[in-house]
């Protein structure tokens, strides 16, 4: 008797595409974890934290990088915003994280996309008017629909900038419920 345990070829297209995400998942990694240990709210992160904050957002493409030119034509990583589309569930843990003072948030895997709630949940960059200028293009990322900042957001860029964006004065982790 003859086990089959053959595995489907794969062909070289397929191959090298997925080598390419795997070398644009390392590059980007490697892009968010150096900007955060820049600044202090990330520092006392452990190692084993990087999971939740950095590689699932990233698997489910909830970091948005903001790309600026460098010298001789190269592309910098300018900033980053860390987003969530979620469910009503997951707006109700986020908030509850957000009233107990929990920072950075802390979601599941498959919590990043379960619905259509859009949290901007931080922003990473060097300073306010770069944080500005990566919360505006942020927009472009969610078009549509409401979008709900963490507090911290609200602290990160210019007052006038956000309540023009937001069309609130201030940013609040808590909206009128409708």
Do not use: C
Request: no cysteine; proline share 4%.
């Amino acid at each position: 008797m003859t086990e089959t345990n053959a595995q489907p070829e794969i062909d070289a297209a397929t191959l090298k595409k997925i080598e390419q995400m795997r070398s644009h998942v390392r590059q980007s990694f490697g892009q968010v974890v150096m900007s955060m240990m820049a600044l202090p709210r990330y520092r006392h992160q452990s190692l084993m934290d990087l999971q939740h904050l950095v590689l699932e957002p990233l698997m489910q493409d909830r970091i948005a990088m903001a790309m600026k030119s460098g010298e001789a034509g190269t592309q910098d990583l300018a900033g980053m915003a860390i987003w969530a589309s979620v469910s009503k569930e997951v707006d109700a843990k986020i908030r509850d994280q957000i009233k107990a003072g929990a920072f950075p948030i802390r979601l599941k895997a498959d919590e990043w996309r379960s619905g259509d709630i859009n949290w901007l949940l931080d922003i990473i960059a060097g300073d306010k008017k770069t944080a500005g200028t990566v919360l505006t293009n942020f927009r472009q990322v969610v078009k549509e629909g409401d979008l709900r900042l963490h507090p911290l957001v609200g602290r990160l860029v210019d007052p006038g900038l956000l309540e023009q964006l937001t069309g609130k004065a201030e940013a609040k982790a808590e909206p009128a419920d409708a």
